[in-house]
């Protein structure tokens, strides 16, 4: 069966290391926030001003003013810092923040991403994505291997309006982990889903990797 969108974020959520700076983008990447291994001290940051993000609230607990960049209630901890958006992109942009993780609608096999926008479609903005991918020290896409119509969404080069070029570290579907060592290098398939095949990983995926 491949991962639920759960399991894809618990996936994700291994590649945290103890004191890390981590900024989680909308969609399944949030979900890695409830998957932080116990003992871990993690510190969540949010582009709208917010340093040590806790769970998400029980429904008599929600503050309405208390939200993360992507409009979700939060709560506060007892370490929790506020600030303007400003000194948020600031510490994105000097690379202060260790990881982070974003959803995507494609990934390109030289590590381009596109998670923002579908030509025709009515948009928000890119928000932090652009500095995200620029300033951060590891870029994990957390995504669906295909799209809705069954499309292919880690191809040879990406067909949607991009994110940033040659960024992301690392790739989580529902099927399998794809890797690299640095930029330079193509992806290579690390891991598989419980019973996933590495053949039916092939059938929906038309990027070059290494298996």
């Known amino acids: 069966m491949p991962w639920d969108r759960n399991q894809m974020a618990a996936r994700a959520a291994k590649e945290l290391q103890d004191g890390y ?5 909308i969609g399944i990447p949030t979900l890695v926030a409830n998957n932080i291994p116990d003992g871990m001290t993690v510190t969540l940051q949010s582009e709208n001003g917010m340093l040590g993000i ?17 409009k979700q209630t939060i ?3 007892g370490s929790s810092s506020y600030f303007s958006s400003s000194d948020s992109f ?17 990934v390109s096999e030289n590590g381009d991403i596109a998670n923002w ?34 499309d292919p969404k880690f191809i040879p080069e990406c067909t949607l309006p991009l994110t940033g070029k040659n960024v992301v570290d690392m790739i989580i579907t529902d099927l399998g982990v794809f890797q ?19 053949d039916d990983i092939r059938a929906k995926t038309t990027a070059n990797y290494i298996e």
Request: charged letters at 20%; glycine letters at 14%; a negative charge.
């Open 180 to 198: 690299r060592p640095d930029h330079q290098s193509l992806f290579k398939l690390t891991e598989v889903a419980p019973g996933v095949t590495a």
């Open 21 to 25: 700076y981590v900024n989680l983008g």
């Open 90 to 106: 600031a510490m994105i942009r000097g690379g202060h923040i260790d990881l982070t993780v974003l959803g995507a609608m494609e």
């Open 117 to 150: 926008m579908i030509p025709g479609k009515m948009i928000k903005g890119m928000g932090g994505a652009m500095d995200l991918v620029a300033g951060v020290k590891k870029i994990i896409v957390v995504m669906e291997h295909v799209s809705k119509n069954g």
């Open 54 to 70: 806790g769970p998400f609230p029980y429904p008599d607990e929600v503050d309405a003013d208390l939200i993360n960049a992507g």
């Open 75 to 77: 709560s506060e901890l």
